[in-house]
């Protein structure tokens, strides 16, 4: 049984995957608030900041600065995570 990590606010799910995949095509330093904007639905952004930590700790991301901001660029384990979560989950 696969375990899917769902976060979620205001009823709005944000996956793994979807965070990962927005990444994903340049591998650039990308700010939680270019993040923000990015997501389908609106998200509190205190808790994109606080996911984005989070998927830091766990070795997908990479933390960084752009012009002096936190940012985060996704990192290889989280390369190799997000082809695991698309052969699982189609």
Known sequence: M?????VTHLHVAMT???????????????TPDAICRQLRE???????????????KQGLLLRGRVSGRIAYRISQRGIDRLRFLKSVHG
């Open 2 to 6: 696969s375990r899917v990590m769902v």
């Open 16 to 30: 793994k995957r979807e965070v990962l995949e927005m990444f994903s095509p340049n591998e650039q330093f990308v």
């Open 42 to 56: 609106f998200r509190h952004r205190s808790s994109v900041y606080s996911y984005l930590f989070r998927l830091h």
